[in-house]
T-cell receptor, first 111, second 113 residues
Framework: EAQVTQNPRYLITVTGKKLTVTCSQNMNHEYMSWYRQDPGLGLRQIYYSMNVEVTDKGDVPEGYKVSRKEKRNFPLILESPSPNQTSLYFC??????????FGSGTRLTVV | AQSVAQPEDQVNVAEGNPLTVKCTYSVSGNPYLFWYVQYPNRGLQFLLKYITGDNLVKGSYGFEAEFNKSQTSFHLKKPSALVSDSALYFCAVRDRDDYKLSFGAGTTVTVRA
């Protein structure tokens, strides 16, 4: 089944403790992206990647890092999480049919 | 820059009545337009898209949307709403010459029995 897999689904952590949210797609898509969803703000793009070793900032990149060492994986790294990064995070990949496939989401709480 | 506006935070309708969720967009070039739905504690599900061609697009679960270039709108419609349509709906736009997908703030639809 074609899908984008994110892990973990839920995460509670403390301020300053580094964490990584993994994202993997099995569709051989070149383009991948991370979004955060906050009430009343919709989804905002954090980072995106056009292909392996090619990443760029989205609208809200502060406090986040990404890497794209291989085509299928696109992890999101929070090196020093803060409470304002409490949010629902989605990974997505884009295929040839113009559409985006989204992961199931990661609900992160930073206390 | 590109943007999407969903002017209604909430839409409430009775089951069996028509449902409309409004969306207007702004892009510098030609748009690709999308609607997604999110059920509680679930991810985003694709409903339909406009790429080119017929302005009336039909999608999943009986939903359709009409692309109106002069009004820069892409309103989502369903002729007869179901209680199970209650969810959060997002409109999204992408410039044809760009990869970035921009979302509206979302509209919560509640269909009462």
């Amino acid at each position: 089944e074609a899908q984008v897999t994110q892990n973990p689904r839920y995460l509670i952590t403390v301020t300053g403790k580094k964490l990584t949210v993994t994202c993997s797609q099995n569709m051989n898509h070149e383009y991948m992206s991370w979004y955060r969803q906050d009430p009343g703000l919709g989804l905002r793009q954090i980072y995106y990647s056009m292909n392996v070793e090619v990443t760029d900032k989205g609208d809200v990149p502060e406090g986040y890092k990404v890497s794209r060492k291989e085509k299928r994986n696109f992890p999101l790294i929070l090196e020093s999480p803060s409470p304002n990064q409490t949010s629902l995070y989605f990974c997505a990949s884009r295929g040839q049919n113009y559409g985006y496939t989204f992961g199931s989401g990661t609900r992160l709480t930073v206390v | 820059a590109q943007s999407v506006a969903q002017p209604e935070d909430q839409v409430n309708v009775a089951e069996g009545n028509p449902l409309t969720v409004k969306c207007t967009y702004s892009v510098s070039g030609n748009p690709y337009l999308f609607w997604y739905v999110q059920y509680p504690n679930r991810g985003l599900q694709f409903l339909l898209k406009y790429i080119t061609g017929d302005n009336l697009v039909k999608g999943s679960y009986g939903f359709e949307a009409e692309f109106n270039k002069s009004q820069t709108s892409f309103h989502l419609k369903k002729p007869s709403a179901l209680v199970s349509d209650s969810a959060l709906y997002f409109c999204a736009v992408r410039d044809r010459d760009d990869y970035k997908l921009s979302f509206g703030a979302g509209t919560t639809v509640t269909v009462r029995a």
